[in-house]
């Protein structure tokens, strides 16, 4: 069963969405419930009002004001149902009343301002009839209705018109039908200078056209009562005019109120010149003084989490995380109970990730990133979270270090290799590396085993992991040009292998390795021209061709054999010359 705070809302929604009846139900469910809730009236009051049920809206507006007699926004209820009945004296009386409590409500001065308007108004009907029929019959006047957006739509209706030509003869019969037609109300009321597009707008028209409901917002926050229309000029209308508003007056717009506590005007002043204060001193890091402040602007106005969101702020500068993340969480308190900004909520979860980030406790910064991207995903989060879980999963490597028991599991690895269980070694090998990533003999280890079990592209990319990390240790190239001879990439093993005997003049398995990838080109069914062609493909041997000083000295070979063999006594040249060899570009005799 749903509780009264749900149903009020539901109630809301309802209200929102222009649906008084379906808000109707849902406040008095939630009466039922909580009979002394004086707001659950008050919204039941505002709902019958749009509906023009104003003796229902006087009940509620006067069960509101006994349940709380010090709300002024109960006064602006029941004002608006005693306006809404044309009794202007108990309306006047009424909004009064709610000003001793509240002289500043807005809404209460302008309800009490259309009331006066309407109780001084004149007796003569004769003049002010005189004045309406001007006011239609002015071509200024009739652009502006056809201006307006509220009644942009009659002006546009034939029918319409037509009444409009009728009210030319100010007889009594005709400023009856002026009474009568919402329409022609509405319109005398935008000739007036009353705000309509804050009015209810006209029932039922003369011609029987049914008019739209009217439109509302939902109050966030518990604002002033709303009174009568507000107006847009200080103009002062003429008196008949103002008799025949009084006689079919036009509902207020209607907000649902919110039974939140909200800090005063003065003291929500206060707080601000107290979070000025604490900024300044922030912006000095003088952060006890900043603290100080911003604690006694949270003092006064309780019910704004910004004020937590700078207290916060203080103690993540001081390095005070836990008391950081604890004024965190009471800024979230605050703003969820006073339906603050999703955004200012997710930056108070972002920060609580922070501090938490900052104490080292991964999960849970991760966690309420998280969160605060369910409120409002901004790229800084992402990019934080992101941050914080590469940071996470480093620490954790490095907590799981430990030489001793790598080379534990590479002995274990080796065992295995040795009976021929490659799989079982390469489960070894990978422990041996989690716990000492640096050592490259184990990511040599490992390509052996790939090299074994066929896969040698992962065996490739241990080699050359291995080459990496030990340069010098000629094991990780000849594993390479293994792996790259059961690839048919003969001109790149011969390559790797050349490079072990750099290291290692003699190695024999780099020799070895040397003679397979011969016999792999010849088997392949590779001339020289085959080989060459391929070698073309090869970023070393195209950089090797591309040297001027290099094709100089092939050039010079050609003519001269001699020259050859003293190009071949320096190194890099040597070295050149022989890949070339290798890759089937150049021959020698």
């Known amino acids: 069963m749903a509780s009264a705070n749900e149903l009020k809302e539901l109630g809301n929604k309802a209200f929102s969405a222009g649906q008084f009846e379906e808000a109707i139900k849902h406040f008095t469910a939630a009466i039922a419930l909580d009979a002394g809730n004086h707001v659950l009236y008050s919204n039941r009051s505002a709902a019958y009002a749009s509906l023009k049920k104003f003796q229902e809206a006087l009940e509620d507006g006067e069960k509101t004001v006994h349940l709380r007699p010090d709300w002024a926004k109960g006064y602006g209820r029941k004002g608006d149902a005693l306006f809404g009945l044309n009794r202007l004296e108990d309306a006047r009386e009424t909004y009064n009343a709610g000003l001793q409590l509240e002289p500043t409500n807005q809404k209460l001065k302008e309800g009490l301002e259309t009331v006066e308007q309407a109780l001084n108004a004149d007796d003569g009907a004769s003049v002010g009839a005189d004045k309406i029929v001007h006011?239609?019959?002015?071509?200024?006047?009739?652009?502006?209705?056809?201006?307006?957006?509220?009644?942009?739509?009659?002006?546009?209706?034939?029918?319409?018109?037509?009444?409009?030509?009728?009210?030319?003869?100010?007889?009594?019969?005709?400023?009856?039908?002026?009474?009568?037609?919402?329409?022609?109300?509405?319109?005398?009321?935008?000739?007036?200078?009353?705000?309509?597009?804050?009015?209810?707008?006209?029932?039922?028209?003369?011609?029987g056209k049914k008019a739209e409901p009217m439109v509302v917002e939902e109050d966030e926050e518990e604002k002033p009562a709303p009174a009568a229309a507000k107006k847009e000029e200080p103009a002062k209308p003429a008196p008949a005019a103002a008799a025949a508003a009084a006689a079919e007056p036009e509902a207020a717009s209607m907000e649902v109120d919110d039974d939140r506590p909200k800090a005063s005007a003065e003291d929500k002043a206060k707080a601000a010149a107290e979070k000025e204060l604490g900024t300044a001193a922030y912006k000095k890091?003088?952060?006890?003084?900043?603290?100080?402040?911003?604690?006694?602007?949270?003092?006064?106005?309780?019910?704004?989490?910004?004020?937590?969101?700078?207290?916060?702020?203080?103690?993540?500068?001081?390095?005070?995380?836990?008391?950081?993340?604890?004024?965190?969480?009471?800024?979230?308190?605050?703003?969820?109970?006073?339906?603050?900004?999703?955004?200012?909520?997710?930056?108070?979860?972002?920060?609580?990730?922070?501090?938490?980030?900052?104490?080292?406790?991964?999960?849970?910064?991760?966690?309420?990133?998280?969160?605060?991207?369910?409120?409002?995903?901004?790229?800084?989060?992402?990019?934080?979270?992101?941050?914080?879980?590469?940071?996470?999963?480093?620490?954790?490597?490095?907590?799981?270090?430990?030489?001793?028991?790598?080379?534990?599991?590479?002995?274990?690895?080796?065992?295995l290799f040795k009976k021929g269980q490659f799989a079982e070694a390469v489960q070894e090998y990978s422990e041996a590396i989690r716990r000492n990533p640096s050592d490259g003999k184990l990511f040599s280890n490992r390509a052996t085993c790939y090299t074994k079990l066929a896969a040698f592209d992962l065996a490739l990319k241990d080699a050359d992991e291995c080459i990496r990390l030990e340069p010098k240790f000629a094991k990780g190239y000849t594993r390479k040009g293994q792996a790259l001879i059961f690839m048919k990439k003969f001109n790149e093993a011969m390559r790797a292998f050349q490079e072990a005997i750099?290291?290692?003049?003699?190695?024999?398995?780099?020799?070895?390795?040397?003679?397979?990838?011969?016999?792999?080109?010849?088997?392949?069914?590779?001339?020289?021209?085959?080989?060459?062609?391929?070698?073309?493909?090869?970023?070393?041997?195209?950089?090797?061709?591309?040297?001027?000083?290099?094709?100089?000295?092939?050039?010079?070979?050609?003519?001269?054999?001699?020259?050859?063999?003293?190009?071949?006594?320096?190194?890099?040249?040597?070295?050149?010359?022989?890949?070339?060899?290798?890759?089937g570009i150049v021959s020698v005799r």
């Open 135 to 207: 006011m239609f019959s002015d071509p200024a006047s009739l652009a502006k209705l056809a201006a307006n957006p509220s009644t942009a739509a009659y002006m546009a209706d034939p029918s319409f018109r037509a009444k409009l030509d009728m009210l030319k003869n100010s007889s009594q019969a005709n400023m009856q039908l002026l009474f009568s037609d919402q329409r022609l109300m509405q319109c005398l009321m935008v000739l007036m200078g009353v705000d309509t597009d804050r009015a209810q707008p006209p029932a039922d028209g003369a011609d």
């Open 285 to 415: 890091k003088d952060f006890e003084n900043a603290l100080k402040h911003y604690e006694a602007a949270a003092a006064l106005d309780p019910y704004d989490m910004v004020f937590q969101l700078n207290i916060s702020a203080v103690y993540f500068e001081m390095k005070e995380y836990e008391k950081c993340i604890a004024a965190c969480v009471k800024a979230c308190e605050v703003g969820s109970e006073n339906k603050a900004p999703y955004e200012n909520i997710a930056k108070a979860q972002a920060r609580m990730a922070k501090a938490y980030g900052e104490m080292e406790k991964y999960e849970e910064g991760i966690k309420w990133y998280e969160k605060a991207m369910t409120n409002k995903r901004l790229p800084e989060y992402v990019k934080a979270k992101q941050a914080l879980e590469k940071e996470w999963k480093e620490k954790q490597a490095k907590a799981y270090l430990n030489p001793e028991l790598s080379l534990q599991h590479k002995n274990t690895g080796n065992e």
């Open 502 to 583: 750099e290291l290692e003049p003699g190695n024999p398995e780099a020799a070895e390795g040397i003679r397979k990838c011969y016999e792999g080109m010849n088997s392949e069914g590779m001339s020289r021209e085959d080989r060459a062609r391929a070698a073309m493909q090869d970023p070393e041997i195209i950089e090797i061709l591309r040297d001027p000083v290099m094709n100089m000295i092939l050039e010079s070979m050609q003519s001269d054999p001699a020259a050859a063999q003293e190009h071949m006594k320096n190194p890099e040249i040597a070295k050149k010359i022989q890949r070339l060899v290798q890759a």
